[in-house]
C-alpha cells in the first residue's frame, strides 16, 4: 500500500549547524510532498512545498529537495536556532485521491 | 483570515462512551480532512469531506464517523469509545483541489479512560 518513511525519528545538532531529514514514498502517482512542522500542544504548519516539476526550492534557512527517480525528498534546514526544535513532519499527496500520506515525523532538537 | 479552530480542545470520556468534535474550516474552504495523530502510528488519515460529501476514506472502523454541513463545517463522532481511541485529533481544510495545501486546526485531544 501507500507508504511514506521518514528518517531519522529523532536528531539532536547544535545551534548554527545544519540539520537534513529523509523521506521516502512508494505511490508513483505522488506529486506534491509538504513538510509541516508541529510545536508542542499545536497543529502541523505547513513550512514549505514542492511539485513533482520541480527538483528543488529554497525559503531562507528551509530547503527542499526532491528526487523523483529515486522517489526520495528531503528537508534541508540550515543555521538551525533553538526555536527550530520541533517535530517535522513529510508528507506525499496525489491529485488523483485528495488524500495525503504522512511519515513518522522526525523530532528535531537544536541544543543552544 | 482566521485559521482552522477545533473545538472541543480537550475531552476526557469512558470507555463505551460517544464523542463528538468540531471542526471550522478556514473562510472559503470546502474540503475538510480528518486525521488521528498518536505517538506510535504518526498521522493516520481518516477522512475527507468536500461540498458536505465524503470524497475518500482511510482504513478506520466504522465507529468513526463524520460529516459535513453546507457552510463547510465539519464533525467527527467516534461511538463505542476504545482506550485506544486515545490520541490528538486534527482537521485540517483546503480548497479542495488535487494536490494542494491543507491547513491544520489546533487538535481535540481526547483521553479514553
Known amino acids: 500500500g501507500e507508504n511514506v518513511e521518514q528518517h531519522p525519528s529523532t536528531l539532536s545538532v547544535q545551534e548554527g549547524d545544519s540539520a537534513v531529514i529523509k523521506c521516502t514514498y512508494s505511490?508513483?502517482?505522488?506529486?506534491?510532498f509538504p513538510w509541516y512542522k508541529q510545536e508542542l500542544g499545536k497543529g502541523p504548519q505547513l513550512i514549505i512545498d514542492?511539485?513533482?516539476?520541480?527538483g528543488e526550492k529554497k525559503d531562507q534557512r528551509i530547503a527542499v529537495t526532491l528526487n523523483k527517480t529515486a522517489k526520495h525528498f528531503s528537508l534541508h534546514i540550515t543555521e538551525t536556532q533553538p526555536e527550530d526544535s520541533a517535530v517535522y513532519f513529510c508528507?506525499?499527496?496525489?491529485?488523483?485521491?485528495?488524500?495525503?500520506?504522512f511519515g513518522t515525523g522526525t523530532r528535531l532538537k537544536v541544543l543552544a | 483570515k482566521a485559521g482552522v479552530t477545533q473545538t472541543p480542545r480537550y475531552l476526557i470520556k469512558t470507555r463505551g462512551q460517544q464523542v463528538t468534535l468540531s471542526c471550522s474550516p478556514i473562510?472559503?474552504?470546502?474540503?475538510v480532512s480528518w486525521y488521528q495523530q498518536t505517538p506510535g502510528q504518526g498521522l493516520q488519515f481518516l477522512f475527507e469531506?468536500?461540498?458536505?460529501?465524503?470524497?475518500n476514506k482511510g482504513n478506520f472502523p466504522g465507529r468513526f464517523s463524520g460529516r459535513q454541513f453546507s457552510n463547510s463545517r465539519s464533525e467527527m463522532n467516534v461511538s463505542t469509545l476504545e482506550l485506544g481511541d486515545s490520541a490528538l485529533y486534527l482537521c485540517?481544510?483546503?480548497?479542495?483541489?488535487?494536490?494542494?495545501?491543507?491547513?491544520f486546526g489546533p487538535g481535540t485531544r481526547l483521553l479514553v479512560l
Open positions: 469531506y468536500f461540498s458536505e460529501t465524503q470524497r
Open positions: 485540517a481544510s483546503s480548497f479542495g483541489r488535487p494536490g494542494e495545501t491543507q491547513y
Open positions: 473562510s472559503g474552504h470546502r474540503s
Open positions: 508528507a506525499a499527496g496525489s491529485s488523483g485521491t485528495y488524500k495525503y500520506i
Open positions: 514542492i511539485r513533482s516539476n520541480v
Open positions: 505511490d508513483s502517482a505522488s506529486n506534491y
